[in-house]
């Protein structure tokens, strides 16, 4: 009986894997990861540059504001752009109408054409071919602004380093008083760059897959009467023990695969010319200095094997579930509506897993983190936060390990009748009859 | 020799099968009939073991029903038990291998067995791609494969033209007289009457008729006149036995309670211009809607 067991599981798994759809999608995830890695690289290919800047031409009719223009705008665009300004700028001394003409032969050019004005001190017009980026607008805006009050302190004989003083920017120092503690921002921060693509996604890109295949497979054997031949010859629980191993081989697999896929991508930006310091890779390299900057991957480093003995026993109970439903579902639709429970809890996990640090120091997000079905979701962002203890991970693990128990032995009863039962009606009443039994 | 002896089945409070009992012989083949819901699929899942009796025992040779047991029978179920995703070959490796056997016994077979049946061309197809007949073919030679030593069929001729109907009737001739024990079950009683010596008729799980096909019509006893001719039929039935005249296309069928009426009949007409006088025994099919019928009204 265990040889046709593991014939069942390898059969499974060859009839998911052996088909051109199941090929067909690992290009497509292989092109889309390497696709966005490279996401800087394609566009620069096709003409566009993330890093172009803004020309900006100003047009100085006072003789003495574009010093102090050009300068607030190079200082502010630098506080909005990570330290780099996003000006090239330009002392234009043609005519406007000149102006016009190179703005329309370029969109990347913005004419500032500054004048005097007897009340306002100046007066500024704005040309660009079109509509400008929000905060290209917020940046030239803030430092007309300001030089226009700059040029008014100025006259008010107020010398410059005086004026420097006034413009120059508070540093706003921070202090916890728990090391462990970030603020709101910078822990959902974290956890949508850090636990949010490499855990939680795939995760419940996973459980998606690992749900459909199983209720799919089921669903299959069971309408085409299939069953009936298969289930004579093998027991109803060496057919549920082969569709639940085969559908977390697959997961695991195609788990693998992605990981894989991850790192041929990050190869490609390197074959391709790509720097490692820019784009995705650059945010996932900071985040991870900043991981490193805080002890997090010490914490990291014992958290990540713990993490993934639970999501694999949510796996399992998730597959576990799955073929239970189908087997009391009578066509694929029925399964697709049973299905649809198992996802809304698998998103319940996902937003408080998303949001768990609008939850900072509540019990019931750390009561969350133990419910089974969604602890694997949850306990990754709370372990980051640093909310739960490998404690609060084991009482999870737990948890699930009965949860998988309870679901075996009463699954399988249902399992056994359900699989022969092809009438939708009493359904409910049939399932607690095979309970009971 | 497969034996059910004294088999109940409750669902819940409902008894699907009421104290059902029956043998089958080596090389015997056995006609299992009942309308629809009568308690047959019941019968054929508890052989198979898919399902616990709730009373009563089944064996195959003296052995209980286990999955060493059936590994050496064969089913072919009324609706199509085929995963149709799967090629030919790829769903002949898959129930041969459930049932026991190695791969290049399973392959041997298959190319056997399709060159029998005229189908080697679709050896690699995939079973959603051949026609109804083809599938059913398919779905045959699943339940062959092993050379079973009990053969389940239920309803085996649906979907085939009567060309391969006879293809199938040899086959399962040939695998009764190498000794495969057969059930055969259908709703079309002249496939039945062909094949089986022995029958039982299910009722709403309970046995109306059992035993060999040539007592049961013999003990039923009504017969059937079929006269080719110029007759009175108005004064043929008011001969006392007569139940009923019913003119055919060319001919006239008289039906009788028993053979003493015969005489009386051929006395009636016997000075008419007639060219066929025949005395025919009553067909399953009549016996069948009569027994049922009297089962519906009690």
């Known amino acids: 009986m265990k040889s046709k067991l593991w014939y069942l599981t390898g059969v499974s798994l060859k009839r998911k894997i052996k088909t051109k759809w199941f090929a067909i999608a690992n290009i497509l995830l292989l092109i889309a990861i390497i696709g966005i890695v490279n996401i800087d690289n394609i566009i620069n290919f096709f003409g566009g540059d993330f890093d172009e800047k803004n020309k900006l031409y100003i047009v ?10 050009a300068n607030l705008v190079t200082t502010t665009s630098e506080t909005y752009n990570d330290g780099e300004s996003n000006f090239e700028i330009k002392k234009y001394s043609k005519t406007k109408e000149e102006l016009k003409k190179e703005i329309e032969k370029d969109d990347k050019i913005i004419g500032l054409i500054v004048d005097k004005d007897e009340n306002n001190y100046l007066d500024v017009t704005l040309i660009s071919k079109e509509y400008i980026d929000n905060i290209d607008y917020q940046i030239l805006n803030t430092s007309i602004n300001n030089t226009k009050i700059n040029i008014a302190l100025s006259l008010s004989n107020i010398d410059k380093e005086e004026i420097n003083k006034i413009y120059s920017a508070i540093d706003i120092k921070r202090e916890y008083i728990d090391e462990n503690k970030k603020s709101e921002e910078e822990s959902q921060s974290m956890i949508m760059t850090t636990v949010f693509p490499f855990i939680i996604l795939p995760f419940f890109m996973l459980t998606t897959i690992l749900i459909q295949m199983i209720g799919a497979e089921v669903n299959d054997e069971k309408t085409t009467r299939g069953m009936e031949i298969i289930i004579s010859n093998v027991s109803a629980k060496t057919h549920f023990y082969s569709k639940v191993i085969a559908g977390n081989t697959f997961v695991i697999m195609q788990g693998l695969l992605l990981l894989i896929y991850s790192a041929i991508a990050i190869l490609s930006r390197k074959i391709f010319g ?41 796996f399992v109970a998730y597959s576990l579930v799955a073929g239970i439903l189908a087997s009391v579902t009578t066509n694929t639709e029925d399964f697709q509506q049973l299905q649809t429970p198992i996802m809304i809890v698998l998103l319940i996990g996902y937003y408080f897993a998303v949001m768990a640090s609008n939850f900072e120091g509540s019990i019931f ?49 249902i399992y056994k009748v359900g699989i022969l039962n092809y009438s939708s009606t009493g359904l409910w009443k049939k399932m607690l009859k095979a309970l009971k039994n | 020799m497969l034996k059910v002896e004294n088999v109940t089945k409750y669902y819940g409070d409902f008894k699907a099968v009421d104290n059902l009992s029956f043998t089958v012989n080596k090389g ?82 298959l190319d056997d067995l399709l060159e029998e049946f005229g ?17 059913q073919k398919v779905q045959f030679i699943m339940a062959i494969i092993n050379d079973p030593s009990l053969l389940i069929l239920d309803e085996p001729f649906s979907g085939l033209d009567p060309f391969n109907i006879e293809l199938f009737k040899n086959k399962i001739t040939e695998l009764s007289n190498s000794g495969s024990m057969i059930i055969f079950s259908s709703h079309r009683m002249e496939h039945v009457e062909l094949f089986c010596k022995k029958l039982l008729i299910l009722q709403n799980g309970k046995t109306v008729l059992q035993g060999e096909l040539d007592k049961i019509k013999e003990k039923y006893g009504k017969k059937n006149i079929l006269i080719k001719g110029d007759i009175d039929t108005k004064k043929i039935e008011k001969i006392e036995g007569v139940i009923k005249v019913t003119e055919l296309a060319n001919e006239y069928e008289i039906k009788i309670n028993d053979k003493t009426v015969v005489d009386d009949v051929f006395k009636a007409v016997k000075n008419n211009k007639i060219t066929k006088f025949l005395v025919e025994e009553p067909s399953l099919n009549e016996i069948f809607v009569s027994k049922v019928g009297e089962n519906y009204e009690k």
Do not use: H, W
């Open chain 2, 28 to 109: 015997e083949i056995f006609g299992l009939l009942g309308v629809n819901g009568a308690g047959k699929t019941t019968t054929f899942r508890m052989i198979m073991g898919l399902l616990d009796v709730t009373d009563g025992n089944i064996t195959l040779d003296g052995k209980k029903i286990d999955y060493d047991v059936t590994d050496k029978i064969g089913f072919l179920t009324e609706e199509r038990s085929l995963l149709t995703k799967l090629s030919v070959k790829e769903q002949a490796l898959f129930y041969g291998t459930l049932k026991g056997m190695n791969k290049n016994k399973i392959l041997q077979k």
């Open chain 1, 60 to 69: 100085d009719n006072t003789s003495y504001t574009y010093d102090t223009l």
């Open chain 1, 365 to 413: 997000i750390r009561v969350m983190s133990y419910i089974p079905f969604i602890s694997a979701i949850v306990s990754p962002s709370l372990l980051v936060l640093g909310e739960i203890g490998l404690m609060d991970v084991g009482i999870s693990i737990i948890l699930m390990i009965l949860t998988i128990y309870l679901l075996t032995k009463y699954g399988l009863k």
């Open chain 1, 274 to 314: 790509g720097s490692l310091n820019s784009g995705v890779v650059l945010q996932v390299t900071s985040i991870a200095k900043d991981v490193m900057g805080n002890d997090i991957i010490n914490k990291l480093l014992y958290t990540i094997p713990i993490v993934l003995v639970l999501m694999l026993l949510t």
């Open chain 2, 119 to 135: 189908i080697s061309q679709y050896k690699n197809k995939k079973i959603k791609e051949l026609s109804k007949g083809n599938q």
